[in-house]
Structures are given as C-alpha cells and as structure tokens.
C-alpha cells in the first residue's frame, strides 16, 4: 500500500518544504485542488521540479473540458490527474484517452457519486477509483467514512481519501486499497516528517484498518 501526500491550503514553499520533510515515508505527492486554484499549472510544474523522482498527483477534479485541463497536466509533469465520476461519459472517456496518449493515468475521483454510477464507471480499469469522504461533509458534517469503503472491488485499483488519520487505519481489513492518501494528517502536524514516518510504520508493520 502507497502513500499519497496531500498538499492543500498551502503556499507553494510551504507545500514543497512539508513534502520535504515527509519525502522518505511517501511514495506520491499530490499537488492539491486548493494550490491549483490559487496558483495555477505552475504548482505543478514546481513540484514536479523539486521531487523528480516521486509521482506527481494533480487533483484538478475536472468535469468537463476534459481534453484541455488533461493536456494542461500532464504537459506540466503530472503523472496522474484526477476527474469526477459524477461527469458526463464523454468527459471520463476523453481524460482516460488523453492519459493514454501520455502514457499516464488517469483517477476517477467516486465523491457523490451513486450505486449505479460507480457500476457504469468499474468497466474502466485502467483508471485509480478514489474512494472519498469530502473535506465538506467531514468538517461540515462529520462524516468519516463513504459507503464505497468495505466493498472495494480487489480487482481494481484503488484510493482512499478524507479525513485518514492514524486512529482510522489501525487495522485494516480486506481488501486494502492501493493508495492511502493523507492531507492534513501530516500536513497540519507540528512534525510532517515524523507524522508521515508513523503512516508508514503502521503500513509496513500490517497494521492498517480503513474504518
Ligand atoms: O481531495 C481532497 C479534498 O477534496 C480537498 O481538495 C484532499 O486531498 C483529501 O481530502 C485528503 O486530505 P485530508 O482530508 O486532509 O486528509
């Protein structure tokens, strides 16, 4: 199981000094919704630059104009970006085939999405499926777990994403997801390195429930 850091509600030194400091316990390096709303395409290309060797995640989330925002990330060094399973057929298909084309990857991002969504979206199994409880329905909410959670298709792969701490993934059940993906867990500490050192512990150690 990987390690996906979050960056999100950072400045751009900020993200990339966090990301230093957890560097030896993380395997991707998300470069958040937040930095690309407040600092465009170059939050990318800047972190890409200082971790060239890490796989860069954009979480642009789009939904529509999906050829365009596809081009955009990948151009600027992403290796994944992300897109809403709530968009239209033509939105999810054009941003699987602009990965393609890449040879990159493309996350289908599950947030709000229904039963029969979710089913209609499994036939794409080249894609990430990402499991996640919105940062809204956890701060305004409560929420902590999707329904999606327990019932990960093992022949997928998969992402968790919201509100993980370490309380939340003590012991984990079966199916393990693929990519645990950590914000503000490690991001809000008073020590990322060592925040992300104990995720990574647990993971090696087995010791990880997703509840
Ligand atoms: O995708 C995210 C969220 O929608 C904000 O853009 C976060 O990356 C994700 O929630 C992980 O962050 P934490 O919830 O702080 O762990």
């Known amino acids: ?116 969504q979710k089913d209609s979206l499994f036939q794409y199994n080249d894609a990430i499926f990402c499991d996640h409880v919105s940062k809204d329905e956890q701060e305004m909410a409560g929420k902590k777990k999707s329904s999606t959670a327990q019932s990960l298709d093992s022949s997928l792969q998969w992402a968790v994403a919201g509100g993980i701490t370490l309380d939340s993934i003590n012991k984990m059940t079966e199916p393990h997801p693929d990519i645990l993906i950590i914000g503000s867990a490690i991001t809000q500490s008073d020590d990322p390195g060592k925040a992300a050192a104990a995720f990574k512990k647990v993971i090696d150690e087995g010791r990880v429930e997703y509840q």
Do not use: W
């Not at 939050?43 to 789009?62: C, G, L, M």
């Open 1 to 116: 199981m990987k390690i996906q850091l979050a960056l999100d509600r950072l400045s751009i030194e900020e993200a990339i000094q966090i990301a230093r400091e957890a560097e030896e316990s993380i395997d991707l390096i998300e470069v958040g919704t937040s930095l690309i709303k407040e600092f465009g395409i170059s939050s990318v290309s800047k972190i890409k630059e200082a971790f060239p060797n890490k796989t860069i995640v954009r979480d642009i989330k789009t939904i529509d104009n999906a050829v365009y925002e596809f081009e955009l990330c990948f151009k600027a060094g992403a290796d994944i970006a992300t897109v809403m399973g709530v968009s239209p057929v033509q939105t999810i298909e054009a941003c699987l085939n602009t990965a393609a084309k890449h040879g990159r990857t493309a996350m289908i991002d599950l947030l709000n999405t229904n039963a029969e």
